[in-house]
């Protein structure tokens, strides 16, 4: 591991923002497991690894019709700290080991036999795009660690620090180039970031007194509890007293929204604001946990809960930075009767129902880049969940200016008047006869042969061509 050797004190403006509340939620509650767990860890994709009579299994909350599945015993394996994906699989970070989930199998890791010790806390960093994974860091006793892939699998690459880390609190934190990591010890907080180059370098926070807490999510928002106050950091480093003496603070780098229990009661921040909670039973002193949508995971004698501060809600349809050509729809799948608003580039878009969607045309939009805005609300006290999808259209294509040059880049080898292929691709007509054939082929993968996949954009041209009539 390359890093800095230096420790330069970083400096913050403080700003006195006080509360911001922005009104009342009342989150929606529900059980998702009747049986005390002794372990409760949210998964990225919305599961849970629970304990059930000794037993680990993962749960789905947003499917109570099914039974949880078994993974393995849970003697051996501890306080479970994290699960991060790796390599189509999980990776299970707990006081007992490590661990790798696939398919529902548990079996051990080798990663432990490079640390020195148990593991106490551990965080999973986004990357600078919001991208692929980020930097994985444990913290044992003794030493921090960033967990790199390489082809045997994860290894822990060690951070030298003379500090004890028996009691330290592991955060994920806001910099300017990116998402870091705070170390919370007795006496400090060190931050620990890769520059632009990659070389990994720490630094100690200069704040007015050392916290009792931190905390961080997904939203890069970085939480700090001094002298019982609550203040938090964004990418401008600087420090805002938000004006509540907290109890506990509850973050999660898989949540975008932190809960905080205060002497004034429960707030949720979303989206930048502070929201009083209504409705929700569970003390500073609960065991607790927040899932990736924010819910939160209360353990009990009872079993366990779920507070959800948005409904689920989930809209099936063109990826993110999709390529559209014909029209498309966009599909909302939500439970109940919400109230549903839509919009392209803040022009409001009809909603249809049977099933419940907004529909994209292209050719009444025109060539050009465009952003599609979801807002599914209800009346029950929860928040809108909102969801935005950025789209290209791509309409006008003709073969002389798109269709052709693809042929004589990819096809002309094998395909024109020369080539060793029966089939002639020289000329539209030709295309036209065989159309559905080549989409499909050069979709698939399958053509051109012997190299790489047309890009999403050069498919797109070639669907284009044809929905115009095949100009030439």
């Known amino acids: 591991m390359r890093r800095s050797g230096v420790m330069i004190p970083l400096l913050f403006s403080l700003v006195a923002c006080g509360g911001g509340e922005a009104g009342v939620v009342r989150p929606a509650e529900a059980s998702v497991l009747d049986v005390e767990s002794d372990n409760l860890v949210p998964l990225p ?5 629970v304990e059930i009579d000794a037993r680990l299994s993962l749960l789905d909350p947003r499917r109570p019709d099914q039974e949880p599945i078994v993974i393995g015993p849970a003697a051996d394996v501890g306080e479970v700290h994290a699960a991060v994906p790796t390599r189509g699989a999980i990776l299970v970070l707990a006081s007992g080991g ?23 806390d551990a965080v999973l960093l986004p990357t600078r795009t919001g991208r692929g994974l980020g930097d994985l860091w444990i913290a044992t006793a003794r030493s921090l660690y960033r967990v790199v892939e390489d082809a045997d699998g994860p290894r822990a690459m060690r951070l030298a620090l003379e500090d004890d880390l028996t009691m330290a609190e592991l955060a994920i934190a806001p910099r300017p ?7 919370r010890l007795p006496d400090r907080v060190l931050e620990v970031w890769r520059d632009r180059t990659g070389v990994v370098r720490s630094a100690s926070l200069v704040l007015p007194s050392p916290p009792t807490a931190i905390g961080g999510d997904a939203s890069l928002t970085g939480w700090l509890v001094l002298d019982g106050r609550l203040y938090s950091m964004g990418a401008d480093r600087a420090l805002r007293d938000r004006g509540l003496s907290v109890e506990r603070l509850l973050t999660s780098p898989l949540s975008h929204e932190s809960w905080i229990w205060t002497d004034a009661g429960l707030y949720l921040h979303s989206q930048g604001r502070l929201h009083a909670v209504d409705g929700v039973d569970v003390a500073a002193s609960d065991r ?7 819910a939160l995971f209360a353990v009990s004698a009872a079993g366990v809960r779920r507070f959800a501060p948005r409904r689920d809600v989930r809209v099936e349809g063109p990826a993110d930075a999709s390529l559209l050509v014909t029209p498309r729809d966009f599909v909302i ?31 009444e939009l025109g060539d050009g880049s465009y952003v599609l805005d979801l807002r599914v609300s209800y009346d029950d006290g929860t928040l809108p969940v909102e969801e935005r999808r950025s789209f ?22 094998c395909h024109g008047p020369e080539g060793p292929a029966n089939t002639r691709l020289d000329a539209p007509s030709h295309w036209q006869d065989i159309y559905e054939l080549i989409l499909t082929n050069v979709v698939e993968g399958r053509m051109p042969l012997g190299r790489p996949p047309l890009s999403q954009r050069e498919v797109a041209l070639i669907e284009a061509w044809r929905v115009a009539g095949y100009p030439e």
């Open 177 to 183: 180039e990116g998402p870091a990591l705070w170390v």
């Open 98 to 120: 490590t661990f790798i989930l696939r398919d529902a199998a548990w079996v051990p890791s080798p990663l432990a036999e490079s640390l020195d010790g148990p593991i106490l």
């Open 333 to 363: 799948l939500a439970e109940g009767s919400p109230e549903v608003e839509a919009s392209v580039d803040g022009q409001p878009l009809e909603v249809l129902t049977d099933p419940l969607r907004v529909s994209v045309n292209p050719g």
């Open 288 to 294: 607790a946990a927040l899932g990736p949508s924010g």
């Open 392 to 413: 290209e259209v791509v309409t006008n294509a003709t073969w002389s200016e798109d269709v052709q040059p693809l042929y004589q880049g990819y096809c002309a080898s």
């Open 45 to 49: 994709d919305g599961r849970l690894i």
